[in-house]
């Protein structure tokens, strides 16, 4: 699909915000800030809002500050994963994604930190949870990155990095509760 221009993509927040925030909760500034970032991917300039919107509401504002606008934007890996293919996950998967953003960066040094993590939050075992992720990583949902730190000789542990936005996808399934 051919990228927005930035003035319809502008429209395009515009009209979402209008439909679901208080009365002139986005300006056009940081409109158009957002989708200046996402040089024309409504995907990501849609999330970016939710993300935005979601800081806002946290901290009990009805109106986008930019510090919203630039931590939502900061949150949004480039390139990322739609949030519709996350959400159509099977529910074990995103029971797993789901204890998987709530970690931190200790539990995430590693696949196995990871898999141990994840595992005793949910009723999955530890060699189930290992296998999701790495199918999650072959399919693009996450990533797996070459940890920084050595353990010992041979190659370094990877890590899971998250290709979709965290508050996003936390936010919608916690709002949809467990698939």
């Known amino acids: 699909m051919a990228p927005y221009r930035r003035q319809v993509l502008v429209d395009v927040l515009m009209a979402r915000a209008s439909e679901g925030l208080a009365q002139q909760a986005l300006t056009h500034e940081l409109a158009r800030r957002i989708a200046e970032w996402a040089d024309g991917n409504a995907h990501d300039a849609l999330a970016a809002l939710f993300v935005a919107t979601d800081r806002a509401s ?29 959400l159509a996950l099977p529910a074990n998967k995103q029971r797993v994604l789901r204890e998987l953003v709530d970690l931190d960066a200790d539990h995430r040094a590693s696949v196995t ?13 530890a060699g189930t949870v290992k296998r999701y992720l790495y199918e999650l990583a072959e399919s693009g949902v996450v990533e797996r990155v070459q940890a920084e730190q050595r353990a010992g000789k041979g190659r370094p542990p990877s890590r899971v990095e998250l290709r979709f936005p965290p508050t996003a996808f936390r936010r919608l399934y916690d709002l949809r509760g467990e698939p």
């Open 113 to 125: 930190a990871t898999t141990e993590a994840v595992s005793a939050a949910v009723d999955l075992s």
């Open 58 to 86: 946290r901290a009990d504002r009805d109106r986008l500050a930019p510090e919203d606008v630039d931590a939502a934007i900061a949150e949004v890996p480039d390139p990322s994963v739609s949030l519709g293919r996350v």
